[in-house]
């Protein structure tokens, strides 16, 4: 049994923004036998009024303030989406425990010898509800898991060690405790060699089967002649080969269509361009070298592949002296700096050509620069005490925060020319303002202003054999379509709660 901590406060982490301060938190026993991925389930909506020329789809994450309660385990629950609605009522219902076993038929790979055989699996087990990038996910071990989530329509997505298993997919509706009996279909081959840049059998490298967000499927490893054989759903099949650790190879990918029982025959091969050296500084204002500055490269294109078929990656700290030495492919890349708790801020280049050994000279990583916010109401009066949590899109994507003065004005330190996603809230005795998200550039000047936008109200209940009873002080955030944090505040006792939502987007002021 593992646990997920809840944290509830007026101000809490903001996925895209990072954490703001004020939280008090609980913690609440999850199953399953490695860490659950602390996710929600669409709940019961009953959602009537409109939303005036408003096409955003809004949705409505609600965490109880407490985990235990008479009617069961209460997990946060998704409720959503929905563009009309303007009161809603939110029926939060008891976790349910799911568990069950996951099998396959292994198909035996040499002729002339039994077919094969039903098998346990282990591998991957995930529940998701599609369009809200919220998932569950525990290990499956000798074909058995278990796990609790949320009631509710999932998507069951089993993601098997077995080389000759696909990855697939099943709708599952969980009510009540479930028992689940998942089973995968047949799949088809995906086969071919391996093979070094001078034409040779790649011996022992694994190849894997990866799915949209690149987790890992089935894999194996290649015999002695550079051949593997896996299974994959009919359609779309992205393989990836992974070099051994420390071959300075890149990682290979191919896109093969699979649609027939003869499965789809991969060939993928190293290209012969061996490595090149690349030599750089990074410094400060005075000349002087900046020691122990994360740094990584990334390539976008390595010579002698295909666009996509190839990439390769390195994390790097530069020396006492500010000094990065590596060598990687020949191709073009992305050099980005990223420090961690130093006052500097973050340097991306892109399309840096490294063809041949190279000396990128002295690269400059300025210190932070403060940045001039000003913050209004819509009757342009400045606002005292409104709140920004900022979050750099490059880097190690550093918080940065900061209350306005007296002048409705701050001066920010944040990396100067870099783009920073912001959330904006109004004073805490400005209730008749909606908080903001705005994406400011680091060094410009900016005037923020906060409106009225539109009232969102409710009422969070709890499933109840004699009927829903309010549910108190449970948090509860408003989410756009992209799942950007617009809003968030506590029900009180009667589990009524009310919020302003600035539905103007968060595009550059």
Same mark, same amino acid.
């Given at each position: 049994m593992t646990t997920a901590r809840h944290v509830l406060c007026l101000s809490l982490l903001v996925p895209s923004l990072g954490a703001v301060s004020g939280c008090a938190s609980s913690e609440v026993a999850l199953g399953g036998s490695r860490g659950d991925v602390d996710t929600d389930a669409p709940a019961d909506v009953d959602d009537t009024g409109l939303f005036e020329d408003t096409p955003t789809q809004l949705r409505l994450v609600v965490e109880p303030a407490s985990e235990t309660a008479p009617e069961g385990l209460l997990l946060p629950q998704t409720f959503g989406p929905y563009t009309d609605a303007r009161n809603i009522t939110a029926i939060l219902k008891p976790a349910v425990d799911v568990s069950g076993t996951a099998s396959a038929f292994i198909p035996d790979p040499w002729p002339g010898v039994l077919p094969g055989a039903s098998e346990f699996l282990d591998g991957v087990l995930?529940?998701?509800?599609?369009? %809200?990038? $919220?998932?569950?996910?525990?290990?499956?071990?000798? &074909? #058995? /898991? /278990?796990? @609790?989530?949320?009631?509710?329509?999932?998507? #069951?997505?089993? /993601? =098997?060690?077995? +080389?000759?298993? =696909?990855?697939? %997919?099943?709708?599952?509706?969980? &009510?009540?405790?479930?028992?689940?009996?998942?089973? #995968?279909?047949? &799949?088809?081959?995906?086969? &071919?060699?391996? @093979?070094?840049?001078?034409?040779? =059998? #790649?011996?022992?490298? %694994? *190849?894997?089967? *990866?799915?949209?967000?690149?987790? $890992?499927?089935?894999? @194996? !490893? @290649?015999?002695?002649?550079?051949?593997?054989?896996?299974?994959?759903? +009919?359609?779309?099949?992205? !393989?990836? !080969?992974?070099p051994v650790t420390g071959s300075r190879l890149p990682t290979l990918r191919a896109t093969p269509i699979v649609s027939s029982e003869d499965g789809a025959r991969t060939n993928l091969a190293w290209a012969n361009t061996g490595t090149v050296a690349v030599a750089l500084r990074l410094v400060d204002e005075d000349d002087q070298g900046l020691g122990g500055m994360p740094l990584s490269l990334r390539s976008e294109r390595l010579d002698g592949y295909g666009a996509g078929n190839a990439s390769w990656s390195v994390e790097l700290t530069s020396d006492s002296r500010g000094f990065v030495d590596v060598r990687v492919p020949p191709g073009a890349w992305r050099l980005e700096v990223g420090p961690e708790d130093a006052p500097r801020s973050s340097r991306a280049l892109d399309g840096v050509s490294i063809t041949e050994d190279i000396d990128l000279g002295d690269i400059l990583v300025p210190l932070l620069d403060p940045t001039p916010i000003t913050v209004a109401s819509h009757a342009a009066l400045p606002l005292v005490d409104a709140a920004l949590t900022c979050r750099e899109r490059i880097g190690r994507q550093r918080t940065f925060l900061g209350r306005t003065g007296e002048d409705g004005t701050l001066d920010l330190a944040l990396p100067d020319g870099v783009l920073v996603d912001c959330f904006v809230s109004p004073p805490s005795d400005r209730d008749d303002l909606a908080p903001r998200r705005v994406t400011l550039t680091g060094g410009v000047a900016v005037g923020l202003t906060l409106g009225p936008g539109e009232i969102l109200q409710g009422q969070v209940l709890v499933d109840n054999d004699a009927g829903p009873r309010a549910e108190a002080l449970a948090v509860v955030r408003v989410l756009d379509d992209d799942g950007n944090l617009l809003a968030q505040t506590l029900s009180d006792e009667s589990g009524a709660f009310q919020v302003r939502i600035d539905l103007s987007g968060s595009a550059s002021p």
């Open positions: 995930r529940l998701s509800v599609p369009a %809200t990038g $919220r998932r569950w996910e525990t290990e499956i071990l000798d &074909g #058995a /898991f /278990f796990l @609790t989530v949320p009631p509710g329509a999932w998507v #069951a997505t089993v /993601f =098997p060690d077995a +080389a000759l298993v =696909p990855i697939w %997919t099943e709708s599952v509706d969980l &009510g009540v405790a479930t028992e689940l009996t998942l089973e #995968a279909p047949d &799949g088809l081959p995906v086969w &071919g060699q391996v @093979t070094t840049g001078g034409g040779s =059998p #790649a011996t022992g490298v %694994t *190849v894997s089967i *990866v799915d949209l967000e690149g987790v $890992r499927g089935p894999h @194996t !490893v @290649t015999d002695d002649q550079g051949w593997y054989e896996l299974r994959a759903p +009919a359609g779309l099949a992205t !393989v990836e !080969v992974s």
